[in-house]
């Protein structure tokens, strides 16, 4: 199969990416992208039609419950076992310089 990319291209994509690549690299690559390039021609060819656009394969599903309000424990009584509150909130040591 005829690639229908030319080496030197391969070379000039490769310097723009700053890419030092020998001379088999370059034979190499000029092929393998090619064959990649040929790949999507064949799949832009192909009749989509009718067929709906997919990010993904499979449904996605929330398996998550639904978020539901309900009576929780108060403030006060979460303040009341912590060692140490202030002003409503968990009183904490500084992180640099002052000990529990």
């Not at 370059?26 to 092929?31: A, I, Q, W, Y």
Request: no cysteine; hydrophobic share 45%.
């Amino acid at each position: 199969m005829a690639s229908p990319l030319r080496r030197e291209d391969v070379a000039k994509v490769a310097k723009l990416a700053r890419l030092t690549l020998s001379e088999d690299e370059l034979d190499l690559f000029t092929e393998q992208l090619g064959q990649v390039l040929e790949h999507a021609k064949d799949i832009a060819a192909l009749n989509l039609e009718g067929v709906v656009a997919t990010a993904h394969p499979f449904g996605l599903i929330n398996v998550v419950r639904d978020d539901v309000r309900r009576p929780s424990i108060s403030r006060d009584a979460i303040l009341a076992m912590a060692p140490d509150a202030e002003d409503g909130r968990f009183a904490v040591p500084r992180i640099i310089g002052e000990a529990p």
